[in-house]
């Protein structure tokens, strides 16, 4: 560990932890590194074992709850989906001790490269098992209902326009926006209501090619679902916002994805049509909020890697609001926003 990581009062206690509980799981303190991070407070390590590397997750109580991602993998296992064993927990401190799912996401192996077989073959995973995941319990869940939906779109004008655009809005532009947001929550909180993960993309998905790691996709920061619309998981899905998915490859996912839930017996619709609509609807909901977050996460946290993908997600919100002529001032202002001049032509 670094000399940086020698002075980290949690890293210490944990270390302490670790050593505690070594002989009961066979594990080998000395080898304990650093595995990710996350958005929020929470970051993981790696430590080897005499059979099977393990995770420890690191979430500090003051910041981060446990609890909920205890009680949601529970529930996904008894859906049948491949998601971290809990082999040790100390929720006064914030540590759990993890079964490992692999060594790369969907989104690293993407990085590394992949023939499209391969690449097909780990998404036809993703989407057998969103449809299962949407078979799972989710009655207790918090549900993803029009205010909160309604609050999260505020991070768009507060984070992206204000912050990060450095723009002040017009108040034709604010009304304009107004009514894109109106119609976005009103047609996205009427969607049949299922188990959602709300990060169900890339980064979350474990690439299980090793027996010991169990069935493909390993599912990982699950501890923020909610119940809500049916086509949020596929949407973060299909249009990931760190990997560039061109739109006949969306449309191919989301098809095969339509498929498997109406054979589930989910609540989608029988048209295809009329869930793409649904898809987009959502996927604009979805992306806005992002352009939100990835700003906020910027200024305020200071993780600057995270503007690298506004682009995609710019182009993504691009995608649906030029399909729809209600959505047509947001495309005016995301012009603005990205000083796109529109020149107008005479004849004569």
Known sequence: MSSNASSDFRLNALQQWLASIANAHQIKPESLRKASSDASFRRYFRVDTHNAPLIIMDAPPEQENCTPFISISEKLAAAGLNVP????????????????????????????????TALQSLYRDALHALVQMQQANAEDLPVYDAPRLRQELELFPEWYVSQHCQTTLSDNE?????????????????????????DYHSPNLMVCDQE????????????????GPISYDLVSLV?????????????DWAI?????AKEARLPVPNNFADFHIDYEYMGLQRNLRILG????????DGKNHYLQHIPRVNAYVRQVASRYLVFKPLLRLLDRLDNIEHKVGYTF
């Open 174 to 198: 604010k009304d304009a926006l107004e009514k894109v947001f109106s119609l976005l929550v009103a047609h996205n909180a009427k969607q049949p209501r299922v188990f959602v993960h709300r």
């Open 256 to 260: 095969r994805y339509w498929q498997m």
């Open 212 to 227: 010991i790691y169990g069935r493909n996709p390993g599912i990982i920061d699950f501890q923020d679902a909610l119940l």
């Open 239 to 251: 249009m990931d916002a760190r990997t560039t998915w061109e739109e006949p490859q969306q449309l």
């Open 85 to 116: 064993r809990i082999l040790e927990k100390d929720l006064a401190n914030g540590w759990l001790l993890l079964s490992d799912l692999g060594n790369d996401n969907y989104y690293q192996r993407i990085v590394k490269g992949l023939e499209d």
């Open 293 to 300: 977050v990835f700003a906020r996460l910027s200024i305020r």
